[in-house]
């Protein structure tokens, strides 16, 4: 037992620990004052009764929660906000894939098509949104004027006036700005695929989908889930293209969670009920964030 | 091993030792008391024009020094509020004047002729100090204006006399050009400005108001509020004379398009010619009061902002000198023209330039004209009439459910 203790204290506190420690320390402290404080400040709030400058008044208990979850609207919106993650990854995922795939292939111009990908994502996304926002304009909109003259679509919807056309438009624009990030990606984790396992594919006449599915997509898979992850926990959180192009409307079809929260916060100022919104997604994203990591770290095991 | 943790620790030590001896040693330069100013992007309004304005009191000032900064009016009130929950508010802004008791219930703001020169107070013209809470001025009027009907006399010369009549001409104009009969925006925007006109054309208001002046129930569902909103049901969805798409467009999104000659109506406020000629309008317009609907007077919409003093910032005494200079004739009335508001500064009401077809059409609306409802919380109701509206337009509830629905759920809000 004595040995042990002893062994953990020298694991713990060696000149080697100790110097890891100055060197985290900075680190450490930021994180508390910018992360910690306010996570912890976010359940008082949803704890108490707050007045409008979110200052804590009144032990409220779990009257904030019930108050805010026993709303048709908040399921309404949380559903909302799990079919935009689910449909906006996948879709990033797929195109992202197909792209990769394409760079990844040897052709005059490939360079440069690398640099036009990246533009959406290079962009910052207010900027793009924007930009959206006016090629969806129903008179002075490209979208619409280019569908019309080219005879595609006679009578195209308003994009943005009505509830399904509007919630694709924004799921459109988040999986723009998204997809030059994953082919990155995923083009980065295909080129650390050994040349020689193709070259093999090639000698024992494996065709171009054989390779895909037994070679490339293995290789690539941890790169996949750590792509996917961080595109659930950002496409989860897309604020800025729900708020610029539709502030969640028309009639709330387009609010998603974070939209939620802030207007109950820096709309309306009630900072109670945005605060259990945002207790509501920093748990959905905390339960995403575990279960891939439980994939990730079962599969890097095996 | 040791050596690098020595080294290491040794490093931290110097640098801390060089930035505290730097930061203590340094000559002290004496700090001015600076003036933050969150300013509205009026419409109209130009950055040359806060240029100047930052530029011309920081040069006449040795002492002090104001900045400017442009807030667009959508992020308006989330900013200050931002800033006032993390303490961290500007001396000065514009606000919406319905935000004041918002503002006065967080105890933020001050009474700002405590700041002001007594000649700076004589020159508002008393009728503009809506912000003006039991005997003390909260807020500044900056700008008050009501709304007026604009037209393109390309495309119609007939003022209508009542809705009814507007309704006829915009369809003939619909029928016969290739124009739009009138604008209107049904996008959710900072305010709910064109169902006001609707609804106050047909006697309507927000709420009831009780004898003591206090706001009773919300009256959104009346009779007055549900012809308003099927009557602008009627002339979006039936006789299609607005705007195409235009749930999806919102007021800065919408009215290009009558700028651009292609709306022959649009009931609009008094930045409408300085932002034709932003737009290089080339038609000829004519202004009119909007009309009221049968049987009910013209009764137009009043919009006041004010800029306030708030408490917890620290120059407020340069900030009431700033507003001494800013309201002076040579800014303010230049300031009154660029955003076409009428001046709210007796001086500058008296100049030529006030005198126009425009301002005598906005002077004459003002006479018959109701403001937004001063509570606390509007922001929020405002968003479930929008819901209301929106439902109606989209035809997934009649106006009078839609509207039932929204006056419940806001009565229950406010606990009635």
């Known amino acids: ?6 062994s953990l204290k020298h694991k713990l506190w060696n000149p080697e620990a100790r110097l890891a420690y100055i060197l985290l320390l900075p680190a450490v402290l930021i994180l508390i004052a910018f992360m910690f404080y306010p996570i912890v400040y976010v359940f008082l709030m949803a704890l108490f009764k707050t007045d409008k400058l979110g200052r804590l008044k009144e032990f409220a208990g779990l009257a904030n929660f019930i108050e805010v979850l026993s709303t048709k609207e908040f399921w309404k919106v949380t559903g909302r906000s799990l079919l935009w993650t689910v449909t906006g990854v996948v879709t990033k995922t797929i195109f992202g894939m197909i792209i990769a795939v394409l760079l990844n292939v040897e052709y005059r111009g490939k360079k440069i098509a690398r640099m036009l990908f990246i533009i959406p994502w290079a962009s910052a996304v207010p900027i793009s949104a924007m930009i959206w926002q006016w090629v969806y ?3 002075f909109g490209l979208l619409n004027h280019t569908l019309k003259i080219t005879g595609i679509w006679s009578n195209p919807p308003v994009w943005l006036g009505l509830p399904i056309p509007a919630f694709a438009a924004c799921m459109w624009v988040d999986i723009w700005i998204g997809i030059p990030f994953m082919a990155l990606v995923f083009l980065a984790g295909m080129q650390s695929i050994s040349e020689d396992l193709y070259e093999s594919a090639y000698i024992d006449g494996v ?55 802030y207007k109950s916060g820096f709309e309306w100022l009630k900072f109670s009920r945005a605060s259990v919104m945002a207790l509501v997604t920093f748990f959905i994203l905390t339960i995403i964030s575990i279960l891939y990591a439980a994939i990730y770290f079962r599969q890097e095991s095996a | 091993m040791k050596k690098v943790l020595i080294i290491v620790i040794a490093v931290v030590v110097v640098v801390a030792i060089a930035l505290i001896l730097f930061f203590t ?4 330069e004496v700090e001015k008391p600076k003036v933050t100013f969150y300013w509205a992007t009026y419409d109209g309004l130009t950055e040359e024009f806060r240029a100047s304005l ?6 006449a000032h040795d002492d002090m020094e104001v900045d400017i900064v442009p807030v667009p009016w959508r992020g308006l009130h989330d900013k200050l509020t931002t800033a006032l929950a993390g303490g961290k508010p500007p001396e000065i802004s514009v606000i919406g004047t319905r ?7 967080m105890d933020a703001v001050e009474e700002v002729t405590q700041y002001l020169s007594k000649s700076t107070v004589d020159n508002i013209a008393p009728g503009a100090m809506e912000a003006k809470i039991k005997g003390k001025l909260m807020g500044l009027p900056v700008a008050a204006g009501a709304r007026i009907m604009a037209m393109n006399t390309d495309l119609t010369t007939k003022v209508p006399k009542t809705m009814e009549e507007l309704r006829e001409e915009a369809i003939r104009v619909r029928n016969s050009t ?44 009346s009779e007055a509020g549900v012809k308003a909103l099927t009557f602008m049901n009627k002339l979006a969805n039936e006789d299609k004379v607005v705007q195409e798409g235009y749930i999806a467009l919102d007021r800065v999104e919408s009215h290009p398009i009558f700028y651009a000659g292609k709306a022959a109506y649009v009931m609009i406020g008094a930045w409408v010619e300085s932002a034709m000629e932003g737009a290089k309008s080339t038609f000829k317009t004519k202004y009119a009061q909007i009309p009221g609907f049968a049987g009910h007077e013209s009764t137009s919409l009043i919009i006041t902002d004010s800029i306030c003093i708030f408490k ?46 425009l301002y005598k059409a906005l002077g004459e609306a003002a006479l018959n004209a109701k403001g937004w409802p001063l509570m606390d919380g509007f922001a929020e109701y405002t968003e479930i009439i929008w819901d209301a509206l929106q439902e109606a337009h989209l035809r997934r509830m009649s106006s009078k459910d839609a509207l039932d629905e929204a006056a419940s759920k806001i009565d229950k809000l406010r606990g009635m």
Request: glycine content about 8%; proline content about 5%; hydrophobic content about 45%.
């Open chain 2, 312 to 357: 917890d910032a620290k120059n407020k005494e340069a900030a009431g000198k700033f507003l001494d200079f800013f309201y002076k004739d040579e800014w303010k009335a230049k300031f009154d023209e660029l955003v076409g508001f009428p001046p709210v500064t007796i001086s500058a009401s008296k100049l030529p330039q006030f005198q126009s077809p």
């Open chain 1, 137 to 139: 304009h129903s008179e």
């Open chain 1, 1 to 6: 037992m004595a040995v042990g203790a002893l």
């Open chain 2, 54 to 59: 930052q530029d011309a009191f920081n040069a």
């Open chain 1, 207 to 261: 065709n171009w989908y054989q390779k895909f599915f037994y070679i490339t997509l293995p290789g690539i898979r941890n790169i996949i889930i750590i792509a996917t992850l961080l595109s659930s926990l950002w496409t989860f959180n897309d604020f800025n293209v729900v708020y610029i192009l539709t502030r969640g409307g028309p009639v709330r079809s387009t609010d998603i969670l974070i939209t939620s929260v």
């Open chain 2, 25 to 28: 040693l340094r000559p002290k």
């Open chain 2, 178 to 221: 290739d124009a739009y009969g009138i604008i209107m925006p049904g996008k959710k925007y900072t305010e709910l400005t064109d169902f006001a006109y609707y609804l106050f054309a047909a006697g309507g208001y927000f709420f009831k108001i009780e004898p003591d002046g206090s706001y009773g129930k919300c009256t959104v569902n």
């Open chain 2, 99 to 105: 935000w004041l008791l918002e503002f006065m219930e």
